[in-house]
């Protein structure tokens, strides 16, 4: 347990489904990240909150709805999924936003997502 | 955009056996991360490098960033099955910034 708890582990959704990922962090930390891995390509940062205040939407389509109602909770909402979003989404939290930590992130151990 | 690329893509070597693994940037990087990833789970942090030439260890594994801080290499002495995993780099591309790039990742088997 890395003290960042994902569920569900597994989804599996229609296209025309609506569902949400929940991500909640015990370790005290102030901001929240969503990372989305698909296979052979490096992770990609999708969503970034600080103080429950979303700081980053990197090109995210508006198929995926981020939601933090406090610093230990992070959901993303999912509706109208397309195959290609069928991915490993892990979401990680920091103490503090910006600079180096001797600890890095810490991550989930992630939703593994398949649209079918 | 700056990226990370990562050597050898993958790897299997016999337990017992030393193996490094490299992750270079095209510019500078003002901090460097290596994580381990078992197969479909989330990243566990392994350690960071920030100062040119730096090289740090944690039980078997040591890592080092080069002089320019562009290239770090993660050397793992006698490799075990437990060791077994993707291996990632992950970096602050911009002094200050959360936009942390990753590299591809290497996937390490070890055969007892």
């Known amino acids: 347990e890395t003290g960042v708890t994902q569920t569900p582990r597994h989804l599996v959704m229609g296209m025309t489904n609506k569902k949400s990922l929940k991500c909640e962090q015990h370790?005290?930390?102030?901001?929240m990240y969503w990372y989305k891995q698909s296979a052979k390509k490096p992770l990609e940062l999708m969503f970034v909150?600080?103080?429950?205040?979303?700081?980053e939407n990197n090109s995210v389509p508006s198929r995926f709805s981020p939601e933090c109602p406090n610093s230990s909770h992070l959901f993303l909402h999912l509706h109208t999924l397309q195959p290609e979003d069928s991915a490993l989404y892990l979401c990680?939290?920091?103490?503090?936003?910006?600079?180096?930590?001797?600890?890095?992130?810490?991550f989930g151990s992630g939703t593994r997502l398949t649209v079918v | 955009s700056q990226e990370l690329e990562q050597s050898p893509q993958s790897l299997i070597v016999q337990e017992g056996k030393n193996l490094t693994i490299n992750c270079t940037s095209s510019?500078?990087?003002?901090?460097l991360y290596w994580y381990k990833q078992k197969y479909g789970e989330g990243l566990i942090f392994l350690m960071m490098?920030?100062?040119?030439?730096e090289e740090k260890s944690h039980e078997k594994i040591t890592a080092k960033l080069d002089e320019k801080k562009q290239q770090s290499s993660l050397h793992i002495t006698a490799s075990q099955p437990s060791h077994a995993g993707i291996y990632l780099c992950?970096?602050?591309?911009?002094?200050?910034?959360?936009?942390?790039?990753f590299g591809t990742g290497t996937r390490l088997k070890v055969l007892a």
């Open positions: 990680a939290s920091s103490q503090g936003l910006a600079g180096l930590s001797n600890y890095g992130y810490t």
């Open positions: 370790l005290g930390h102030n901001a």
């Open positions: 909150y600080s103080l429950e205040e979303r700081v």
């Open positions: 510019k500078t990087l003002y901090g």
């Open positions: 490098l920030q100062k040119g030439g």
């Open positions: 992950g970096a602050d591309p911009e002094s200050g910034t959360y936009k942390y790039i």
